[in-house]
């Protein structure tokens, strides 16, 4: 009893994720948000990545933006955004897999900036998804987090190729 305690504890103080009065619209959209906060983190916890398994936590990046988007309302501007941030995490992802077969050195670098461009752009998309509502702040600051710690390491990539590339 004690461990889940200290582990809401955990989430909470990490991520900031207290509520304000902007975070609760009712309880039931509350309780999607915390089992959406709680499975995001469990993923990556049981992903504990090494150098060689990058290709698993793009993935489940990609898979944990199809699950928010799932919680969007029916409406139009929900639906442009989820559609926009599901193409561009899904693009990082694929295009991530990719760059891992590049047949070049160059092409591998190349496959890199279009994971970059596209990792930027679901960052822009999750900015706008709590622009739209201030609601979403809690559910969507894990994923930001993550998005902008995999850009890091694709810009570092991009680095590091090219350094060999011009060695």
């Known amino acids: 009893m004690d461990s889940r305690r200290e582990?809401?504890?955990f989430l909470l103080t990490t991520y900031d994720l207290r509520p304000t009065t902007y975070d609760v619209i009712c309880v039931w959209e509350g309780l999607?948000?915390?089992?959406?906060?709680?499975?995001?983190?469990?993923?990556?916890r049981l992903t504990?990545?090494?150098?060689d398994q990058w290709?698993?936590?793009?993935?489940?990046?990609?898979?944990?933006?199809?699950?928010?988007?799932?919680?969007f309302?029916?409406?139009s501007a929900y639906w442009t955004i989820g559609r926009q941030l599901?193409?561009?995490?899904?693009?990082?992802a694929a295009n991530?897999?990719?760059?891992?077969?590049?047949?070049?050195?160059?092409?591998?670098?190349?496959?890199?900036?279009?994971v970059e461009e596209e990792l930027d752009e679901s960052m822009f998309w999750l900015e706008l998804?709590?622009?739209?509502?201030?609601?979403?702040r809690a559910t969507v600051a894990p994923l930001y987090k993550e998005a902008n710690e995999l850009l890091s390491i694709t810009i570092a990539s991009i680095k590091t190729a090219r350094n060999k590339q011009s060695s």
Do not use: H
């Not at 504990?48 to 150098?51: N, T």
């Not at 793009?58 to 199809?66: G, Q």
């Not at 998804?129 to 979403?136: I, L, N, Q």
């Open 73 to 75: 309302p029916r409406d």
């Open 96 to 114: 991530y897999r990719a760059a891992k077969r590049a047949k070049s050195s160059r092409d591998f670098i190349n496959k890199l900036k279009i």
């Open 7 to 9: 582990e809401k504890e």
């Open 129 to 136: 998804t709590v622009g739209v509502s201030e609601a979403w």
């Open 32 to 44: 999607i948000s915390w089992i959406f906060l709680i499975t995001f983190e469990i993923i990556k």
């Open 55 to 71: 290709n698993q936590r793009f993935k489940c990046f990609a898979i944990a933006i199809i699950n928010l988007v799932r919680q």
């Open 86 to 92: 599901i193409d561009a995490a899904t693009s990082s």
């Open 48 to 51: 504990q990545m090494k150098p």
